[in-house]
Every structure is written in C-alpha cells, then in structure tokens.
C-alpha cells in the first residue's frame, strides 16, 4: 500500500520541551512538505524540501526545524522556541514539487501542550 | 486582501440539493487550483483539480474564471456523505508553493 504515514497521532508536549514528529512516504515522491493547521485558518507552509539533504523555509518556520536525510523521511521538530504550538500537523508530498504537483497528505498528528 | 478566499459557511442543504461554492484568489499569475476535501479531524484529500475549460467528475463540476480571478465548485444531487469542508487552493505566483483557503462547510441533512 503506497501512501504518507505520519506519527504519532497525538502528541502531548511539555513547557520548555522538543518534541519530532514522524512523516514517511513510499510514494517515491521527491518533494515533501509540513503545514500547520488551526481553527478557522488554512493551512501554512512551515517547511519544505524537493530533494534530498536540501530544505527551505516556508511561511512559519520559525521555532521549527526538520532534517531530509532519506527520500522517504521528513522529520518535523517543534523547539521550545516556537510559543504556541498547539494545532494540527500535516505532513505531504508530491512527486517533483513543482508548482502544478498535487499534493497528497498524511493523516496528521494534533500536538497539544501541557 | 488574503491570496484565496472563501465563504466559511456553513452551507445546510437538504439531500438531492444542488450547491456551488466559489472561491477568490488575488494574483492573476497563479497557474494550478484545486479543490481538496477535509472531513473533521481528517487531512484534505483531492477532490479535483480545475483546468482552464472547466472538468466535470460524477456530481462534481469545477469552472476556472481568469478574467475575475475564482474558481467554482458545484455539486449535483448532494448525499449525506458530501458533508465536509471544500478547501480551495491555488498555486503561488512565484514560487512552487499552494495557497490554501480557510475552506467553506457543507452539510447536508436528511
């Protein structure tokens, strides 16, 4: 079965703490991306990568990071930095990142602050 | 001016009803649109993407309109199950990146 997997599907953070947020995909898909979606937005570009070991920032990355070390992987990372963190993550990809690519989603985890 | 917007609804219609939702967008260089579907506490899915002459799926129709700058949606004989939140989406102008709407609700009762 192809598709994007993202876990967990909760996830429950600390003040002060770093939390990573899983995204795979078996797609073969070369470009991937993270949105941030909360009540009555759309969703925002927090970052995105079209190829392996490369990334770039999105609309809102700040207190975010990620890494893209594998094709299939694209790990989010939510610092201590970033102050209001509770929302819903999705994670996507498209198979060339360009502008005319659909983008296909993964299920999603909802982080929420303790 | 936001670069995609749309009618949050909700849009409450009975079943067999038809509805067209319409969606705005600022820039007039934007090349792709879509419209994805998201059920509560789920991830968009595509529904459709919109070309230029307008495509039809099943119920669904989809209509581009450059010179006003929105696209359309329009759904035939509405089921129970067409109950969701439409998101309109458009490709930025100058970079590979998709501008989402906040999306507009539909439900549909019995």
């Known amino acids: 079965d192809g598709g994007i997997t993202q876990s967990p599907k909760y996830l429950f953070r600390k003040e002060g703490q770093n939390v990573t947020l899983s995204c795979e995909q078996n797609l073969n898909h070369d470009a991937m991306y993270w949105y941030r979606q909360d009540p009555g937005q759309g969703l925002r570009l927090i970052y995105y990568?079209?190829?392996?070991?490369?990334?770039q920032k999105g609309d809102i990355a700040e207190g975010y990071s990620v890494s893209r070390e594998k094709k299939e992987s694209f790990p989010l990372t939510v610092t201590s930095a970033q102050k209001n963190p509770t929302a819903f993550y999705l994670c996507?990809?498209?198979?060339?990142?360009?502008?005319?690519?659909?983008?296909?989603f993964g299920p999603g985890t909802r982080l929420l602050v303790l | 001016r936001k670069e995609v917007e749309q009618d949050p609804g909700p849009f409450n219609v009975p079943e067999g009803a038809t509805v067209a939702f319409n969606c705005t967008y600022s820039?007039?260089?934007?090349?792709?649109f879509f419209w994805y579907r998201q059920d509560c506490r789920k991830e968009p899915k595509l529904l459709m993407s919109v070309y230029s002459s307008g495509n039809e799926d099943g119920r669904f129709t989809a209509q581009l309109n450059r010179a006003s700058q929105y696209i359309s949606l329009l759904i035939r004989d509405s089921k129970l199950s067409d109950s969701a939140t439409y998101l309109c989406?458009?490709?930025?102008?100058?970079?590979?990146?998709?501008?989402f709407g906040t999306g507009t609700r539909l439900q549909v009762f019995p």
């Open positions: 990568s079209q190829i392996v070991n490369d990334f």
């Open positions: 996507a990809s498209s198979s060339t990142g360009g502008r005319l690519e659909t983008q296909y």
């Open positions: 820039n007039s260089a934007s090349q792709s």
């Open positions: 989406v458009v490709s930025s102008y100058n970079t590979d990146k998709l501008i």
